[in-house]
């Protein structure tokens, strides 16, 4: 008869140390595991310590600028108005010549443009005005010439639609391309307000001049700054040389 083959029999001793086997290598991955998590923890600790570094050096930067800004504001006025710099020795004359020139110098042509914004209209959103304007050779109409309202000079007249904030300079060019007189080279344009004083009466006051091919200290002068009213009158005299 065949023999039976036999299998030798399962000793304990194997399951145990496969068992061992396994717990060790879940042990090892949980190590593992541990040891990235760490890691990244680490990582973003030191990020955020990085950041955080990062923002104190710019309010730090920010407050030194400021601080430099403050410093710097009150010795520029103090050029600005002539008192910088030594006050005696050689430099004495040149000081007054720069407090006596400082219209003409860079830093105040820079600010004009400043104090103009403070008056400025926004054209934008701000509904312009209807000017009437009465233009006369050689002179100025006189308060008789607005005594009554349906005898007006309206021959002389004009109209434009403008704001207060608009100087004395800019209606000089819109006159200019109405009045071929007003382009001349020398052609001196005086303006004057008309408008009812307390009584009622008609006054016409001059308020300024300009001159067609330069410019003149009244050109910047705005409406608004000559306390224009709305419903004024505007009257221009054109001399010619």
Known sequence: ???????????????????????????????????????????????RD????????????RGDRERNRDRER??????????????????RGRLRGDVRDRDRSPIMKRRRPMLRERNRIDREKVCPLLLRVFCRLGEHHTAEDFKNPEKEPVEDE?????????????LTSLIKAVRSAARRRSTRLSFAFVYPDRSGKKVVREVGQTYSTRRSEDGSKSLMDLNFETGDYLDVAIHLK
């Open 74 to 91: 009150p010795r520029d006025r103090d050029r600005d108005r002539g008192r910088g710099g030594p006050r005696d020795g050689p430099f």
């Open 50 to 61: 990085r950041d955080r570094n990062r923002d104190r050096e710019r309010i730090r930067d």
């Open 158 to 170: 004009f109209q434009i639609y403008t704001w207060k904030d608009a100087t004395l300079g800019e």
């Open 1 to 47: 008869a065949p023999s039976k083959r036999t299998h030798p029999p399962t000793m304990p001793e194997d399951s145990e140390t496969r068992k061992e086997d396994v717990n060790g290598e879940k042990k090892d991955r949980e190590r593992d595991r541990d040891r990235d998590r760490a890691r990244d923890r680490d990582r973003e600790r030191g990020d």
